[in-house]
């Protein structure tokens, strides 16, 4: 078969952009490069052709030598993204102890299931005086994954032996008077694109559902030294897209005939099903913050180089990031603190001090809002039935709120920059982290097959020419640079998550920025609706702190699901 670029259009192999109508085997020519000029999107004359075809015979020979080389997605490139623009420098600081909020401390209720829904911040209180056991909590939420998930279909694998050594180990240590914290104890699910020695890591996608990766991802060693206890690994939607996974579809635990979102369904399904403490998932573009939307979680998507990625599946190198699904915004603060900074691996990651104070003031903080996406009409005017802002009430009533905190908001504008095309950038790298998938034709055994699915995408991004990814990687440092600027004039922003025409998520994912995504209301069904806080690079502990006041002040996260103990009935196919 004849290769160049790397391209793989299913089971018929073309040679690369310039080569989309070459058939394998076939001689280059003059012709070919004509009649794939199109997909290029550039246009050479006669003679031009005739030049190029001894340097695209080579470039062809060089890309086949490639191409018998195998590269585990493991392997990343000898490319780093850095989110920081030029001349910002962080400075390395030690470690300081964090400052948590004071916890009224409960009785052991006579029911261990009445403690499902508590946040970390409590749970942690009550294996800390030895009220409740690790082994207690444990027990109980492995008892609840195996109750609920044959309706939520959040789990692929449950860790029960691993959790039981690691929960008598902990009760073992708090009992000799040795407390490593407040994750001591908390059983917790991760993302199964997070790899644990043992037990199999499936990316959620059918050609991997056998894979088992001998070794732990760094956070997974990082919990394990906070004492926190994993008890699953949890869904997502396969390779990191969607909540439809190689044997089911995730779903909402607060309307079950619904899909979690994705691709951190599992984990966004679990934790706000009361499954376990908290749980890890990963965002590349939207997939902690969309499915805490639609399950009522409250996510954090931490800076890009904030957390280390060993021992993650790679979807792309320069977009992907690892983040806490919590009950609320200080247990994502505390999960932070056990996980970030370098481990000497992923070289992304940056010696950025992170402090979590839960005494820090939002009054002492200069906060913005999207004005524009807050004063997004409810309604089109010419079709008032037809609704443009569907949280429209929900994103007043938020403002309302920052009023009754005395906080005066500072309108801001998002950075005018053209997002859209520089998602070439995710499609050219996942098709790269799955190059072999697609070349062998395995891509067939992905469940889902649409246009805009990845077996689609993956062909399709193999004719993005490299000069125009490498240039998209350049708008990128100007989008980089305006949002700096943006980011010198206040410390938090707050947005709607999904107002209409609203960038702000594509941009972030891009400029590396963390935000915090919280539940903020019920609709009349029962489903929750979210807000957005958006933060400086590496100033989680200001973001939090914002996130944080708005949470207690409304109390939303305190509301949990009632899910039923059998799935909902299929719907009847119509006459």
Request: charged share 25%; glycine share 8%; hydrophobic share 40%.
């Amino acid at each position: 078969m004849s290769y160049f670029a790397g391209v793989g259009l299913g089971s018929t192999l073309f040679p690369g952009v310039l080569w989309a109508k070459l058939a394998a085997g076939a001689e280059i020519t003059v012709d070919t490069i004509a009649s794939a000029e199109d997909v290029a999107g550039v246009h050479f004359d006669q003679a031009e052709r005739e030049l190029m075809l001894d340097g695209l015979k080579q470039q062809e020979q060089r890309i086949e030598a490639l191409h018998k080389i195998p590269l585990a997605n493991s392997v990343s490139p000898a490319i780093v993204f850095d989110p920081l623009p030029p001349g910002k420098k962080i400075e390395p600081a030690p470690r300081r102890p964090m400052v948590r909020a004071t916890v009224a401390l409960r009785a052991r209720p006579a029911d261990l299931e009445d403690l499902a829904f508590l946040p970390v911040a409590e749970l942690s209180e009550l294996v800390r005086r030895q009220r409740v056991t690790s082994l207690e909590l444990t027990q109980m939420y492995l008892g609840r994954l195996k109750k609920y998930d044959p309706v939520l279909r959040c789990v692929i694998s449950l860790t029960e032996d691993r959790a039981l050594k690691q929960a008598r180990a902990a009760d073992a240590e708090i009992a000799r008077g040795r407390y490593r914290g407040p994750l001591h104890g908390i059983p917790w699910g991760a993302k199964d694109l997070l790899a644990v020695r043992g037990y199999k890591t499936t990316w959620g996608a059918g050609p991997y559902r056998n894979q088992v990766i001998d070794t732990d991802a760094t956070v997974v060693q990082r919990l394990d030294a906070a004492g926190a206890v994993l008890v699953a690994k949890l869904t997502l939607g396969e390779l990191a897209q969607g909540d439809i996974w190689f044997d089911a579809t995730t779903k909402n635990p607060w309307k079950v005939d619904q899909g979690s979102s994705g691709s951190s369904a599992g984990p966004a399904s679990a934790t706000a099903g009361g499954l376990v403490g908290f749980s890890i998932g990963s965002e590349t573009l939207g997939s902690i913050s969309s499915p805490s939307t639609r399950c009522g979680t409250t996510g954090l998507r931490p800076t890009f180089g904030r957390v280390p990625r060993t021992g993650a599946m790679a979807l792309s190198w320069t977009m992907d990031k690892l983040g806490p699904l919590c009950r609320s915004v200080e247990d994502c603060a505390m999960v932070l603190d056990a996980i970030y900074g370098p481990d000497g691996r992923d070289n992304t990651v940056i010696d950025a001090p992170y402090r979590w104070d839960a005494k820090l003031s939002p009054k002492t903080l200069r906060i913005g809002y999207v004005k524009s996406a807050f004063d997004t009409a409810m309604n089109d005017p010419a079709d008032p039935k037809r609704t443009l802002h569907a949280t429209k009430k929900f994103d007043d009533a938020a403002l309302d709120v920052f009023r009754r905190l005395g906080i005066n908001l500072i309108a801001v504008d998002l950075p005018d920059v053209a997002y859209d095309p520089m998602r070439i950038i995710l499609n050219a790298e996942a098709a790269a982290a799955f190059d072999e998938l697609t070349r062998s034709d395995r891509d067939k055994e992905l469940v889902q097959q649409g246009k805009f699915d990845w077996p689609n995408s993956f062909r399709t991004s193999r004719f993005i020419p490299a000069v125009d990814y490498v240039n998209a990687n350049r708008l990128r440092s100007i989008a980089i640079q305006k949002w700096d600027e943006l980011m010198r004039t206040v410390d938090v922003i707050v947005t709607p998550t999904g107002a209409a025409n609203l960038n702000q998520l594509v941009a972030t994912n891009l400029t590396g920025h963390p935000a915090v995504i919280l539940p903020n209301g019920f609709r009349e069904d029962g489903t929750p609706v979210s807000l957005t806080f958006l933060g400086g690079l590496f100033e989680e502990g200001k973001l939090l702190a914002v996130a944080r006041a708005y949470q207690e002040a409304t109390g939303f996260h305190l509301k949990h699901p009632v899910i039923p103990l059998t799935p909902p009935a299929p719907p009847t196919p119509a006459s």
